[in-house]
């Protein structure tokens, strides 16, 4: 696939407008300086801070120092070994910053948002203004990177460009599970009535584990929404432990109802069933039909393991319900992060469908990577095997029924063949693959000298 053009451009680089200096609009800033462009990044603070923001440095981290795993056993490892590859600001700056924590990478806040302040102030090709911006510029390329707490304003803009279904301001998320490590001889696969064909995992349960599992729900830890997010729950998207909260029987007749789903053991249907629907293209991920949830992580680790077929179960990914800005990307972005139907407009970091700080300063890079080479008519995506591939496979690839933000796991990859018995040795085979699937790719678009 080739980028989009613009009818109006010319054989000079153009300005190019970034609006937020958070962790994926400084990443794309510096990308595009790297490639000799000028850049103008606006940033609100300090002359107006979100709830969630209290330093007047960029790319301030808000609710955790770590950026998750570092070993290639764990994807996001991965996703931060490509962008150290690719010369990223980003990880400049964690690995400048890096505090011990075992086998994770953490930084120090301050130091962190310190070295990407002081990189971006002092590079000759970025104008830092300090600015709100509440209109997006008419002109120019534009990256919008307003980050999970978008302005009104800005808001507004995104909805007008992608039209009010596709624009959403909180997650409603249900667990995902590696399919691998369920249990199929307690589960099976069926369509409710038989329709649709073998479409869905069934996780049975009887009175007994059923009445349990409603009370675990019950007294379960669950996070308390931050002051700025004030979630307002909607009856069609209610978190399990609220219903739970209504009546022993309430999750029996609504999400977990076994009516139509006999048994094959018994031939019976069982008192209640957990459905699990096909979340990717690969079927190496089902996600919790309608488990929504704000337990706390742990929490949800050994309440829903208690549920029959999912005692070793692995989550990609676990549940969660927060304030956060986001686009339907399958329907509203090209692959290349453009706004569909305008063409210089460009989405990066979270406001596309990623999750967390690795994944938003990798979106950043790509949007900037694109950005910076629009004129060239080539193929730029990276390869569908990197991390980077899969990440932006997840954002134009997914069902747009139901699309929901998601971290980078592995099972968003192309699966290998022949495939590694152990998991561990599945999952560093895939890194292998994909770091040299990288190498390629970066060196045929010459990313390696930064030009």
């Known amino acids: ?18 609006i937020g200096a958070g962790l994926a609009g400084c990443e794309a800033a510096w ?3 790297q490639s000799g462009h000028a850049i103008r ?29 570092a070993a290639l056993t764990n994807a996001v490892g991965l996703l931060k070994e490509e962008l150290r590859a690719c010369r990223s600001l980003f990880m400049a700056a964690a690995d400048n910053a890096a505090v011990p924590a ?29 600015q709100k911006v509440d209109r997006i510029p008419e002109e120019g390329w534009v990256i919008i990177a307003p980050g999970p707490l978008a302005s009104a304003e800005i808001s507004e803009e995104i909805r007008r460009l992608t039209g009010d279904e596709h624009l959403y301001f909180y997650d409603a998320i249900a667990p995902i599970i590696e399919a691998e490590s369920i249990d199929f001889s307690k589960a099976w696969r069926a369509s409710r009535y038989g329709k649709g064909g073998d479409d869905y995992i069934n996780c049975p349960m009887n009175r007994e584990q059923y009445l349990q599992f ?24 209610m978190p399990i432990e609220e219903m739970a ?38 079927a190496s991920l089902y996600n919790m039909v309608g488990f929504q949830t704000k337990l706390k992580h742990p929490e949800q680790k050994r309440i829903f ?8 179960a692995r989550f990609a990914r676990l549940g969660s319900m927060h304030r956060n800005t986001f686009v339907n990307a399958p329907r509203c972005l090209e692959r290349t992060l453009q706004i569909k139907g305008h063409p210089r407009l460009f989405l990066a970091g979270q406001i596309t469908g990623v999750e967390g700080y690795v994944e938003s300063a990798a979106c950043g890079f790509l949007a900037g990577l694109f950005a910076a080479r629009i004129a060239e008519a080539e193929t730029l995506l990276p390869p569908p095997t990197t991390a980077l591939g899969a990440l932006l496979a997840h954002l134009h690839g997914s069902d747009p029924e139901g699309f929901q933000p998601m971290n980078v796991n592995y099972g968003l990859f192309p699966a290998m063949k022949p495939r ?7 999952r560093l085979a895939l890194a292998q693959r994909a770091l040299d699937d990288l190498h390629t790719w970066r060196r045929r678009l010459n990313i390696a000298t930064g030009s």
């Open 305 to 312: 393991r208690t549920i029959p077929g999912l005692e070793q």
């Open 1 to 18: 696939m080739q980028i989009s053009r613009s009818p109006a451009e010319g054989p000079e680089r153009p300005l190019v407008s970034i």
């Open 31 to 33: 990308q595009l300086a």
């Open 245 to 282: 909260a209504r009546g022993e029987m309430t999750l029996a007749f609504g999400p977990m109802k076994p009516v139509g789903l006999p048994d094959p053991r018994t031939g019976r249907e069982p008192f209640a069933v957990l459905q699990l629907r096909q979340d990717n293209r690969h």
């Open 214 to 237: 409603i009370s675990d729900l019950r007294t379960a830890e669950k996070v308390q929404p931050r002051e700025f997010e004030q979630l307002r729950h909607f009856e069609g998207c």
């Open 102 to 130: 075992g086998g994770a990478l953490a930084v120090d806040r301050d130091a962190f948002a310190q070295y990407l302040t002081d990189k971006i102030s002092s590079h000759p090709a970025i104008e830092l203004v300090r």
């Open 420 to 426: 590694p018995r152990k998991r561990s040795e599945r």
């Open 41 to 69: 990044l606006y940033e609100m603070k300090p002359q107006q801070f979100s709830p969630a923001h209290h330093s007047p440095l960029l790319g301030e981290l808000v609710c955790s120092n770590s950026l998750r795993g």
